[in-house]
Nanobody, 120 residues
Framework: QVHLVESGGGLVQAGGSLRLSCAAT????????MHWYRQSPGKERDLVAS???????TYADSIKGRFTIPRDNAKNTLYLQMNSLKTEDTRVYYC??????????????WGQGTQVTVSS
């Protein structure tokens, strides 16, 4: 069984920084694409950034230049480094990943979500 374990959320003042982590644990053969999403209550979950296994990345316009998503394939871990945080970044952040359990089978998984609150 595979789990995506998130950590690193919390409360920070506007202009500050936080780093989230998402580790794929359990029966992991290989992790392919990994993503960060975020969601406000009552709204849809929005894609924040994506990381392919080869290191290529894409970012939503709303966070370009402020967030980066370094990745450690040896640890099956994706990070979300958030700098210059704004109050509008306050959301629950979710990790999503395509995880292979062997050479032939892969499944999509979601993390449990972690709250990020940015105060003014």
């Amino acid at each position: 069984q595979v789990h995506l374990v998130e950590s690193g959320g919390g409360l920070v003042q506007a202009g500050g920084s936080l780093r989230l982590s998402c580790a794929a644990t359990g029966n992991v053969f290989k992790v392919n694409d990994m993503h960060w999403y975020r969601q406000s209550p009552g709204k849809e979950r929005d894609l924040v950034a994506s990381s392919a296994r080869d290191g290529s990345t894409t970012y939503a316009d709303s966070i370009k230049g402020r967030f980066t998503i370094p990745r450690d394939n040896a640890k099956n871990t994706l990070y979300l480094q958030m700098n210059s945080l704004k109050t509008e970044d306050t959301r629950v952040y979710y990790c999503h990943a395509d995880v292979q359990v062997n050479r032939n089978y892969g499944f999509n998984h979601w993390g449990q979500g972690t709250q990020v609150t940015v105060s003014s």
